[in-house]
């Protein structure tokens, strides 16, 4: 039995993408018995395919997910989501800026439990990181009244019975709070655990500006209050 399913959406990170394959294999392998790891190339305009196709043709461990057209962060999450197998099902990033390895420690915190929520609890960023996730947090807090912190933080993990329940989720990079939200909503229990953060060390990061992480941030705040009054209406 599938205790659980991990999704890697992916976009253009190639040059992760070797050891994200590697690391997998070597620390998560042994675990092939009671987990599926599902790699989503989504939409990629690099070699993602080609190397997804040469690493992993003798592998069973390892499920692909292959989308022509880039339609959104959320989009490649949710078809890998879709086809996933585990009791739990859920995400983290394939940029390898949170190590494959807490994997285990979600394995170890799901045990025979029902209805988490598991997530990371980021350590080691940058001030300015920081500053925003803060800003966000508070924001969201005061909006659903309920404490809600480190939104972006990975991994996300969940019953598929929960994720069977979702209702129009988003595309974009509002799936994070979505799925935050409606866990609190559904009551489940949430779990967070602390993650090492590390630093890029291939690839280019899609909020790599302060302007950028400007811009995210007020389509995340107007994205919130659209959310609000979505869940109001059910």
């Known amino acids: 039995m599938i205790k659980l399913s991990i999704i890697f ?15 997998c294999k070597k620390y998560l392998c042994k675990y092939k018995s009671e987990l599926e790891i599902v790699l989503v190339n ?13 690493l992993l043709q003798e592998s069973d461990f390892f499920k692909v997910v292959n ?9 490649g999450i949710l078809k890998g989501l879709s086809v996933a197998k585990g009791k739990y099902i859920g995400w983290m990033h394939a940029d390898l800026q949170t190590d494959p390895k807490d994997i285990i420690k979600v394995l170890n915190i799901i045990g025979n439990t029902e209805n988490l929520y598991i997530k990371g609890k980021r350590k080691n960023r940058a001030i300015t990181d920081n500053f925003f996730t803060v800003l966000m947090s ?6 659903f009244r309920k404490i809600i912190f480190d939104i972006n933080a990975q991994p996300n993990i969940f019953p598929k019975e929960f994720f069977d329940s979702w209702i129009n989720p988003p595309k974009h990079f509002g799936l994070d709070t979505f799925c935050y939200c409606m866990a609190i ?23 790599y500006s302060f302007s950028s992480k400007i811009s995210y941030s007020i389509n995340a705040l107007k994205y919130i209050f659209e959310l609000k009054r979505n869940i109001n209406k059910k």
């Open 67 to 75: 989308i022509k057209k880039n339609q959104g962060y959320g989009y």
């Open 9 to 23: 959406p992916c976009y253009n990170e190639a040059e992760n993408i070797p050891t994200l394959i590697n690391d």
């Open 42 to 54: 989504n939409g990629s305009k690099d070699n993602t395919k080609k190397i997804f196709d040469k």
């Open 185 to 207: 909503k559904k009551k489940l229990r949430i779990i967070k655990f602390e993650v090492f953060f590390g630093k890029r060390t291939a690839g280019e990061a899609h909020l």
């Open 138 to 143: 508070l924001f969201c807090s005061l909006v």
